[in-house]
């Protein structure tokens, strides 16, 4: 579904420039379009930032604030008074070091929440991948505080069914969309995903949240249905060859890469040397190589490691 929304990118500095930023604040007010900005990114963006907002009247219900990880109590309250929203990338901000997913401080203050990929590029782009790194997150944060005090803790107060709320209806009201889509009720639109439960992974199916959240995958989409129109059945996409076009997309996209790279600078992206020992350097060609180490094969398109298959 097709809507206008207004992103912003702040300068490299914690405190915006008066600027461009300003503008871009009463562009998007004077046409009453929904804004997305990066938030409490450490280091980049923090406290500072959110103030400024909140000054130029740019925190709203309309306000999507992307990670928002690096925060102080004073901004996650100004967001919930302004009725903002958090769209969290957990994958993102526990791999890249924005700051620790929110989810706590979100139920804390009453913040509504929804997920996000930040990048397809980096990360997995898989729905059921950032509900379980969410989840992951949020409950090994209380049980590292909790063990911090001394004291175990016997429940954990993030659920599957808020997570699955989160990567569902939490999306459709982050961007003003949760009236038609989000959820399955008389006279929404039906914007389905129908899963199989027949797959080793989703047998049995006794907790359907926590076994969404947990256990599900891509391979166990069935059927996808927008606007009643069914896109794929049975596993597979209806009137497009999609998977074959995006590979062959892909593959153009890294040979063009690999062509205004230099060999050297792309051998050292791939294996960077970290502040401790430096990792191993490892090829990987377009075939199997005798010369790999034994633990890793490159077979067409299966990794063979350790005599698995990933």
Not at 91 to 101: D, H, K, M, R, V
């Amino acid at each position: 579904m097709p809507t206008n929304s207004s992103p912003c990118r702040w300068p490299s500095t914690s405190t915006p420039t008066p600027t461009t930023p300003v503008s871009a604040l009463k562009h998007t007010r004077d046409l009453d379009l929904p804004f997305s900005t990066h938030a409490g990114l450490f280091g980049f963006v923090g406290d500072d930032n959110i103030r400024f907002l909140e000054e130029n009247k740019a925190l709203a219900p309309s306000t999507t604030l992307v990670h928002a990880a690096s925060l102080s109590d004073d901004s996650y309250r100004r967001i919930a008074d302004s009725g903002a929203h958090l769209s969290l990338s957990a994958e993102s901000e526990l791999n890249a070091g924005q700051g620790y997913p929110p989810t706590a401080k979100a139920r804390q203050y009453g913040i509504p929440v929804s997920l996000s990929q930040d990048t397809v590029v980096w990360w997995s782009s898989d729905i059921f991948s950032a509900m379980r790194a969410t989840l992951n997150a949020g409950r090994g944060l209380a049980h590292l505080r909790a063990h911090e005090a001394e004291k175990s803790l016997t429940s954990n107060a993030l659920r599957a069914q808020d997570v699955l709320e989160y990567a569902t209806i939490g999306g459709a009201r982050t961007l003003g969309l949760d009236r038609p889509i989000g959820s399955i009720a008389p006279g929404k639109r039906a914007d389905l995903v129908l899963l199989r439960t027949g797959t080793p992974t989703m047998t049995p199916v006794n907790n359907p949240a926590g076994h969404i959240v947990f256990q599900a995958e891509r391979a166990d989409v069935d059927t996808v249905l927008v606007n009643g129109r069914v896109l794929k059945h049975r596993g597979t996409l209806i009137g497009v060859d999609a998977r074959r076009r995006a590979r062959h997309l892909v593959e153009q996209s890294l040979e063009y890469l690999r062509s205004k790279i230099p060999a050297k600078d792309w051998q050292q992206a791939m294996n960077p040397v970290g502040p401790g020992r430096p990792l191993p350097a490892i090829s990987v060609p377009t075939a199997a190589t005798p010369g790999l180490p034994s633990g890793l094969q490159f077979a067409g398109r299966l990794f063979v490691c350790g005599g698995g298959i990933e």
